[in-house]
């Protein structure tokens, strides 16, 4: 499966960005997806992630209340809903999708897939 992320940017704190993550090559029923972050310096970080046919959502402490993950099966396209946004949530967004189950949903090693990454920048 191939995936392609979009929706990055600079905004101000307190603004919003949608992420969108495409896939293609195959039905993405059997997958889970997830929103993964790198800032500079650090390591990359689980931000979302879901199962595409339902099921199970999670997100991180950090971003719970402000971001939310969702899918739209007529497009096969993910997307992260990014609310009151903090300069702290600057980094490069990746979607990626795996095997994952819900004991691993949080780990970038139980993802296969990855899109290529798109920069968010929050200003203060």
């Known amino acids: 499966v191939q995936l392609q992320a979009s929706g990055g940017g600079l905004v101000q704190a307190g603004g919003s960005l949608r992420l969108s993550c495409a896939a293609s090559?195959?039905?993405?029923?059997?997958?889970?997806m997830g929103w993964f972050r790198q800032a500079a310096g650090k390591e990359r970080e689980f931000v979302a992630g879901?199962?595409?046919?339902?099921?199970?959502?999670t997100c991180a402490d950090s971003v719970k209340g402000r971001f939310t993950i969702s899918r739209d099966t007529a497009q096969n396209t993910m997307y992260l809903q990014m609310n009151s946004l903090k300069p702290e949530d600057t980094a490069v967004y990746y979607c990626a999708a795996g095997r994952a189950i819900l004991s691993t949903i949080t780990l970038p090693s139980a993802y296969k897939n990855w899109g290529q990454g798109t920069q968010v920048t929050v200003s203060s």
């Open positions: 090559g195959r039905s993405m029923s059997s997958y889970t």
């Open positions: 879901r199962r595409w046919s339902g099921g199970y959502t």
